[in-house]
């Protein structure tokens, strides 16, 4: 099982658009998909209809009394499941802090599903955190959605310098440029210079645009109810390049 | 990973399925359109012994648009699937693409082919179920089966984690008006419109015997059973489906002998002579492709232990054997199809349907007792004479009485108290297995001395071959002289005093 998180620092970047649509994307090609999300907002959840509420809360998934396999659900899609989030995630970092060891555990946790889906989406709250620190370390592959602006170029550095710290397994880093508005010369410009300057930078950019902000009114991937439109394209080509980088 | 599904058959002739399954539901769930109907055909497939359906298992493979697939569902909920476009059934488990599904098929059938146990052709189409928040919960599939023409069915089958609302949703179907719960499997419906059940063939000599009857009555009995099991063997054995067929069909002659030896002063004079010849040579004709099939059935445990060669270096061997095997095939089929096997299997059946119990003669209780103390005082006689130094010859000779009281054991297994069957089955089973490796490994070393001769004789073997093969016949006698060093323990269990009351008991008349 792969598992992919999606992740920044800043909130409002992207991170849930990319992580449902990509999860659909890769459901759609056959692999069997687990969405978890670990964000108390819940917004992955919602987009995929499902009511944010887990048995027992993040502690009995932490602690391991509630195995996650008990808490998934079947979204609406053909080989696509969700964790869903649940109010209680807020203090997952506290939980995490009182297991043994907190930056290992959600790997722990997520290796009994290795065998019953082929990839993993962590949909992660923004921040930086035990929580993040603990998805980072069990992803194989870290996405990050940026805005092209040189601050979240710095938070992107800050990223992976922080990842090359880590001792052993170290998650590849993919980053795109999101939310790009046309209208503006800077993100146009650091948005086409961006993948031919770093080799983490995907080519694929993903505009902003209304039908991506109606996956909330349709509670559905874009691709779903708009597989022709250019936000689904956009997914589709960015789904395409992220599979090819895996191993 | 996935959940239970809710059967249902629908016969209410006046109003279509989705009207009631929506009348049913509303306001708390609501019934939208999901896949678009088709027509899928459909062939389950398991083992000839019923294997997936022992486990609780059904396969089917189901085909219309698109390639066909493979579908795995258990009792339990589990449901696994795989594209198998363009498999001919038969065919073994490792012929499918690789994948779950195979692995799991494979640890199940082992050595048996799937083949086809029924086909049917439906009408499907397929809903989903909706809660207030038009996330779909269940999905509904109504299920016209065409050919053959049955009611139609409804199943309820929740998305992962709804399984409390697809309960909800079959308990208030179930109370709808022509609607009734708990349909009977597909599987079971359509083999039930030919008379048929599914796990119906068992290579046990499965009868049930009364102690009182005339022990004439019950040896018919059994050797019907064993005439079904032999001729229920025949058309996969002829077709080469699996091996198993061959084995079922020489053990079902086997026991027949055995039943003529052992009984045979229960049936009128000179049947049990006449027919023991007959089936004598019916058990001849199956040896020598039943020995290759051991041969090639053990060939990659064995080349794993090779400690000079290569497993490759024994290619040439392993063609030879297969080659010699399709050849012995063909004889065996050709013969299986002769006059003279017809008129071996009809003329018995004819003789034993035809028996009448005699005036006067023993109860089945007392001529079972009798037959077991018997072959048991023969096991324990020669098994007691052998030594460290008696020849191969001894050992044969008691793994053939062996199986004598094994079949013997099996053929009254009704009469006997089931735990105290068990054991005593287990005890002479723990025997038999090391008198079986000791047999099968003096066979193969001699085979390989004579296909080595063989190959060297057609000029057909490289050398690396040929020493392969004797690195090969080296570790098969070693695992022979292993189970010769066992065999004294093995006979000492069967022959301890314990072992010995307990084979006693049962060879007591249960009727007295």
């Known amino acids: 099982m792969k598992i992919l998180a999606t992740y920044n620092i800043k909130g409002g970047v992207g991170k849930t658009a990319a992580a449902v649509n990509l999860g659909y994307l890769a459901a759609r090609d056959g692999l069997r998909v687990l969405i978890a999300d670990l964000d108390p907002q819940a917004a992955a959840t919602y987009l995929l209809r499902v009511r944010p509420r887990v048995k027992g809360g993040g502690r009995a998934l932490i602690q391991g009394s509630r195995e996650l396999d008990a808490a998934i659900k079947g979204t609406d899609f053909e080989n696509l499941d969700l964790l869903p989030a649940d109010f209680t995630f807020r203090n997952l970092d506290l939980m995490l802090d009182a297991t043994r060891k907190p930056t290992r555990r959600l790997a722990q946790l997520l290796r009994p599903l290795a065998g019953f889906y082929d990839v993993a989406f962590l949909d992660c709250p923004p921040g930086i955190s035990l929580l993040s620190e603990s998805v980072l370390h069990a992803a194989d592959t870290v996405l990050v959605p940026i805005i092209p602006t040189t601050l979240s170029l710095r938070t992107l550095d800050q990223l992976t310098d922080f990842i090359s710290g880590f001792d052993g397994h170290r998650p590849a880093v993919i980053a795109f440029c999101s939310m790009i508005d046309r209208r503006k010369r800077l993100h146009k410009e650091i948005a086409e210079r961006l993948p031919a300057e770093r080799k983490d930078v995907a080519a694929t950019a993903i505009p902003a645009l209304s039908m991506i902000e109606r996956m909330a009114v349709e509670r559905s991937p874009v691709a779903a109810f708009a597989p022709r439109s250019v936000a689904a394209r956009a997914y589709a080509q960015l789904w395409a390049e992220v599979r090819a980088h895996q191993p | ?512």
């Not at chain 2, 992962?160 to 949703?169: N, S, V």
């Not at chain 2, 027949?256 to 045979?264: E, P």
């Open chain 2, 1 to 512: 990973m996935g959940d239970a599904s809710h059967n249902f058959v629908f016969t209410d002739g006046e109003r279509p399925v989705t009207d009631a399954v929506r009348e049913a539901l509303a306001p708390r769930f609501s019934v939208v359109a999901g896949r678009r109907s088709r027509t899928v055909r459909r062939t389950w497939l398991d083992t000839f012994d019923w294997r997936l359906h022992q486990a609780g298992l059904t396969l089917e493979y189901v085909s219309g648009r698109g390639p066909g697939e493979l579908v795995l569902t258990g009792c339990g909920g589990e449901r696994m699937t795989a594209t198998a476009g363009g498999t001919r059934w038969p065919a073994l488990a490792d012929a499918l693409p690789g994948g779950p599904l195979r692995d799991r098929l494979e640890a199940l059938t082992e050595v048996r082919a799937l083949l086809p146990a029924a086909r049917a052709a439906s009408s499907v189409t397929e809903f989903r179920v909706h809660n207030t928040d038009d996330k779909t919960v269940a999905w509904l599939t109504v299920d016209q089966m065409l050919t053959p023409v049955l009611p139609t069915r409804l199943s309820v089958t929740a998305v992962r984690g709804y399984q409390a609302q697809a309960d909800w949703i079959a308990r208030r179907l179930a109370t709808e008006p022509g609607v009734t719960p708990g349909a009977v499997p597909p599987l079971d419906a359509v083999l039930a419109t030919a008379g048929q059940a599914p796990g119906q063939y068992t290579g046990k000599v499965d009868v049930t015997l009364d102690p009182a009857m005339p022990a004439r009555t019950a040896l018919a009995a059994v050797l019907l059973r064993l005439l079904d099991t032999l001729e229920a063997n025949v058309a996969g054995t002829v077709r080469d489906v699996d091996t198993e067929f061959l084995h079922d069909l020489r053990v079902s002659v086997r026991r027949t002998r055995t039943a003529l030896k052992l009984g045979g002063d229960l049936l009128p004079p000179g049947l049990a002579a006449e027919y023991r010849l007959a089936f004598k040579w019916l058990g001849d004709l199956t040896t020598p492709t039943r020995d290759l099939d051991v041969h090639l059935l053990t060939f990659a445990a064995g080349a794993a232990t090779l400690t000079s060669a290569s497993p490759a270096d024994l290619v040439p061997f392993h063609d030879h054997l297969t080659r010699r095997r399709r050849l012995e095939q063909r004889r065996l089929a050709r013969a299986l199809r002769s006059a003279r096997f017809a008129k071996l299997t009809s003329g018995w059946r004819v003789a034993i349907t035809e028996l009448k119990p005699p005036k006067r003669g023993p109860t089945v209780a007392r001529a079972a007792a009798r037959i077991i103390g018997r072959a048991h005082r023969r096991v324990l006689a020669l098994g007691g004479a052998i030594t460290d130094d008696s020849p191969a010859q001894n050992l044969h000779d008691l793994r053939k009485r062996c199986k004598e009281l094994r079949y013997a054991l099996e053929f009254f297994a009704s009469l006997y108290d089931p735990a105290a069957h068990r054991q005593a089955v287990r005890e002479l089973k723990g025997l038999q297995d090391t008198l079986g490796t000791f047999q099968d490994c003096q066979v193969q070393q001699q085979e390989i001395r004579v296909i080595a001769g063989e190959m060297m004789a057609a000029r057909d073997v490289p050398a690396t071959a040929l020493l392969a093969m004797g690195d090969l016949s080296a570790q098969i006698g070693r695992r022979e002289r292993q189970a010769r060093s066992e065999f004294a323990g093995r006979f000492a269990d069967f022959a301890s005093p314990r072992a010995q009351a307990r084979f006693r008991a049962l060879a007591t008349d249960t009727s007295a």
